[in-house]
Nanobody, 117 residues
Framework: QVQLVESGGGSVQAGDSLRLSCAVSGRSFNAYAWFRQREFVASTSWGGASTDYADSVKGRFTISRDNASNKVYQQMNCLRPGGTSVYYC?????????????????WGRGTQVSVSS
């Protein structure tokens, strides 16, 4: 059973940066993604060679993974007030473009990000 634990959220001002982390226990060779509530933000393939982003975050957010330490990261730059949400880390055993909530089997409890103007 995989467990995902997010960290790194906080309260920042518009234009600031945050780095979210997701500690993975149980498996590490699957696809991972970040969602804010049910909205897709970014995903990385099982090998990390392929990434996908929502149009709203392209150029500002970067998803990455470190399989050696079983962690997935999301660097968020130039945060906007619309980015205020609970951010969830999710894991999927599928391949391909995985931008839908129902394609992910395991979820963390989330970390709150609040962006003020």
């Amino acid at each position: 059973q995989v467990q995902l634990v997010e960290s790194g959220g906080g309260s920042v001002q518009a234009g600031d940066s945050l780095r979210l982390s997701c500690a993975v226990s149980g498996r590490s060779f699957n696809a991972y993604a970040w969602f804010r509530q049910r909205e897709f933000v970014a995903s990385t393939s099982w090998g990390g060679a392929s990434t996908d982003y929502a149009d709203s975050v392209k150029g500002r957010f970067t998803i990455s993974r470190d399989n050696a330490s079983n962690k997935v990261y999301q660097q968020m730059n130039c945060l906007r007030p619309g980015g205020t949400s609970v951010y969830y880390c999710a894991e999927s055993g599928r391949m391909g473009r995985l931008s839908r909530v129902d394609l992910y089997e395991s979820w963390g409890r989330g970390t709150q990000v609040s962006v003020s103007s």
